[in-house]
Nanobody, 125 residues
Framework: QVQLVESGGGLVQAGDSLRLSCVASGHTFRNHAMGWFRQAPGKEREFVAA????????YYADSVKGRFTISKEHSKNTVHLRMNSLKHEDTAVYYC??????????????????WGQGTQVTVSS
């Protein structure tokens, strides 16, 4: 069992930056791929970024490529999502997810077993 707790959300202006963090506990963090997803009101949960268990395989949604950076800090069982040049359309609840896998990190929400409670990011235009 893996427990995930996100933090770092907030209210910012367009063009600002935020760093989200997700702390994992309860299982061997190293064996898990990690993903970030987001869900805006009235919309489906969508993929944002994912990183493989070793940190060597990284994927981004086209909408955030070049602005967001995902990273893993093994010593602290933490995955980060650095978000730069935020836009109003980035407003959503951001969720951290984990999945035990030796292969490439999943890019679909239904392929992750473990989820955090979410953290709200609001970008004013």
């Amino acid at each position: 069992q893996v427990q995930l707790v996100e933090s770092g959300g907030g209210l910012v202006q367009a063009g600002d930056s935020l760093r989200l963090s997700c702390v994992a506990s309860g299982h061997t963090f190293r064996n898990h791929a990690m993903g970030w997803f987001r869900q805006a009101p009235g919309k489906e949960r969508e993929f944002v970024a994912a990183i493989g268990w070793s940190g060597g395989m990284i994927y981004y949604a086209d909408s955030v490529k070049g602005r967001f950076t995902i990273s893993k800090e093994h010593s602290k069982n933490t995955v980060h999502l650095r978000m730069n040049s935020l836009k109003h359309e980035d407003t959503a609840v951001y969720y951290c997810a984990a999945e035990y896998t030796d292969y490439a990190p999943p890019l679909k929400a239904d392929e992750y077993h473990y989820w955090g409670q979410g953290t709200q990011v609001t970008v004013s235009s």
